[in-house]
């Protein structure tokens, strides 16, 4: 039984590196996207219309769902090419969650608030804003 108990200590934490490793090959895609450093409005556009790829999603610079609702934009010009990037998803949901938080530049209001009654040059402008805080697009 000694020799049971000393197997199974050696290889408990041989088991728990494999079950991190699977976690790793999981969530890499989305570890290292985060890591990519800011990048130009055209690489951004152009990596959207390559398609998808793990780690990453494709943004709407205007937030579709405010300009379709809010500001009766159509999805014509949400869908537009020029309102698509491919970004890193954790920024994505980085993002997503800033324009949920009440903010004193925004007068105490959510930025998606603050935006309901803007024009689409304004919303493009937030949009690219929060782009370059999140450290996606270049300054």
Request: a negative charge; proline letters at 6%.
């Amino acid at each position: 039984m000694a020799w049971a108990r000393a197997a199974g200590a050696r290889i408990s934490p041989f088991v728990t590196a494999l079950e991190v490793m699977s976690w790793l090959d999981t969530d890499r895609p989305f570890i290292e996207s985060y890591q990519d450093p800011p990048k130009t409005l055209e690489e951004l556009q152009q990596r959207a219309s390559e398609g998808r790829q793990s780690g990453y999603n494709i943004h709407h610079i205007v937030e579709q769902t405010s300009a379709e609702e809010d500001g009766g934009f159509s999805r014509n010009q949400i869908d537009a090419p020029e309102n698509l990037v491919r970004i890193p998803t954790l920024k994505h949901w980085e993002i997503t969650g800033w324009y949920m938080r009440p903010n004193r530049d925004f007068d105490g209001l959510s930025p998606r608030e603050w935006l309901r009654d803007k024009d689409w040059d304004m919303r493009r402008q937030v949009g690219l804003d929060a782009l370059r805080r999140f450290g996606v697009l270049k300054p």
